[in-house]
C-alpha cells in the first residue's frame, strides 16, 4: 500500500516537473526600459514591438531579443581636422537610444550589436561637422561658451550629442 502511494506520489512529481518546466519556458519578461522583438523560426522577425511586463511565446518556435531603449551615454574620442587643417582630439560625449517603432528593422539590418556598429561613424561624422567650421585658435575662444545640446533623428536611433566639446578633454596638435 504504502509503495503504491510512494509511485504515485512520483508520478504527479514527474508530471508537475515537466508542466512547470513548459510554463517557465512559455513566459518570459521584459523589464522596464526595455523593448523585445519576436523571432519565429517560421515566419522570421515579427513587425511587433512587444512592451514591458510578462509575456507568452510558443516554446521552440520562437524567441525574444530583448533590446535595452533607455538613453545610454557614449564618449568616443576623435582625432578630427579643423578649419585651417589642423589635427584636433576630441572626446564627444553622446545620449543615444533606439527608436522603439524601429526595433525589427534595426535587428534585422544591423543586428543586435547595433550600436557598435553604427555609433562610430556617426560620432566621427558629427565631430568633422563641428569641428571643420573652427580653427585650431578659435577653440581657446568656443571652450568658454556654455554647452549646448543638439538632437539629431537618424531613421533608426536619437542621438542627443551633448555639444560640450568645450568642456570635455580638447587638445589641439600641431602637426
Known sequence: MATKVFKSIGKFGLVLAVAGGVVNSTLYNVDAGHRAVIFDRFSGVQDVVVG????????????????????????????????????????????????????????????????ERVM????????????GNYRDCEFVIVKDEPPGRQH???????????????????SVSES
Not at 95 to 113: H, K, M, N
Not at 120 to 131: D, G
Open 52 to 115: 514591458e511586463g510578462t509575456h507568452l511565446l510558443i516554446p521552440w518556435v520562437q524567441k525574444p531579443i530583448i533590446f535595452d531603449c533607455r538613453s545610454r551615454p557614449r564618449n568616443v574620442p576623435v582625432i578630427t581636422g579643423s578649419k585651417d587643417l589642423q589635427n584636433v582630439k576630441i572626446t564627444l560625449s553622446i545620449l543615444f537610444r533606439p527608436v522603439a517603432s524601429q526595433l525589427p528593422c534595426i535587428y534585422t539590418s544591423i543586428g543586435e550589436d547595433y550600436d
Open 120 to 131: 562610430p561613424s556617426i560620432t566621427t561624422e558629427i565631430l568633422k561637422l563641428s569641428t
Open 152 to 170: 539629431f533623428e537618424a531613421p533608426l536611433l536619437v542621438i542627443q550629442v551633448l555639444h560640450s566639446l568645450w568642456h570635455l578633454f580638447l
